[in-house]
């Protein structure tokens, strides 16, 4: 367990449960992810072990983290209709923006941040050229 709480801390990974989720999504600044995740999941571990020996890839992607062990919270794993971990689901302003299902490696998950902020970004040069119109 200590060495979970040291891999959160180092990413600056926030925890959240059921009960506060839609409060820490609302405190979250610009992109968040949130992981889910559970105790003895090797899927889970992939990705640990992939962040600790490359962590300027992870913190490179500017994302405000959450994390979840849905195996001790299975409230938040119904909520979301999990069937497995690991998940990443992507929030902006509250808003879901799209999940990663499983540990799929750097590549892939650095690909989805860039499409999910080109939409962001895409979504506020809309809003803008309404606002001024």
């Not at 949130?34 to 105790?39: A, K, L, M, R, T």
């Not at 999941?41 to 890839?57: G, S």
């Not at 994390?67 to 992507?90: I, S």
């Not at 499983?102 to 690909?111: L, S």
Request: aromatic share 14%; net charge negative.
């Amino acid at each position: 367990m200590a060495e979970s709480t040291d891999f959160f801390e180092r990413f600056a990974m926030q925890p959240v449960d059921a009960a506060g989720f839609d409060a820490a999504l609302a405190a979250a600044p610009d992109l968040a992810c949130v992981y889910f995740w559970g105790e003895h999941c090797f899927n889970c571990e992939q990705f640990k072990n992939a962040a600790q020996i490359a962590p300027q890839r992870l913190q490179a992607l500017g994302v405000s983290w959450l994390h979840a062990n849905v195996y001790a919270d299975t409230a938040l794993g119904r909520r979301f209709g999990l069937h497995g971990v690991p998940a990443f689901y992507f929030f902006a302003a509250g808003r879901k923006l799209g999940r990663i299902t499983g540990w799929q490696g750097f590549e892939h998950f650095a690909g989805v941040v860039a499409d999910l902020r080109a939409r962001l970004a895409s979504e506020k040069q809309t809003e803008d050229s309404v606002q001024t119109a």
